[in-house]
């Protein structure tokens, strides 16, 4: 394996966590932010306000797009057990 294709996998590995990642994050961030605007609106100034709804957004995305997060995974690892038979 030459530094170029191991520099492939690596950052196609990178690319991969960051597309499963997104769902979850943006969910917490729109969820975040209008808790954020309801807090402002009502003068509700209480840290521990934002975090259930958070929690609960990024489970709700979780479980949303769970079998989508899985399909992609076992295709990225299924290229990546062929692109491992490739190398001896």
Do not use: C, R
């Amino acid at each position: 394996m030459s530094e170029t294709e191991a520099v492939a996998i690596f950052q196609n590995a990178l690319l991969m966590a960051l597309l499963l990642a997104a769902p979850m994050l943006l969910f917490g961030l729109v969820t975040g932010l209008l808790v954020s605007v309801f807090q402002a609106v009502t003068q509700i100034q209480e840290m521990t306000l934002s975090f259930v709804p958070k929690i609960l957004a990024v489970v709700a995305a979780l479980f949303l797009f769970l079998p989508w997060m899985l399909n992609k995974l076992v295709m990225y690892t299924t290229d990546l057990f062929g692109l491992a038979s490739h190398f001896h």
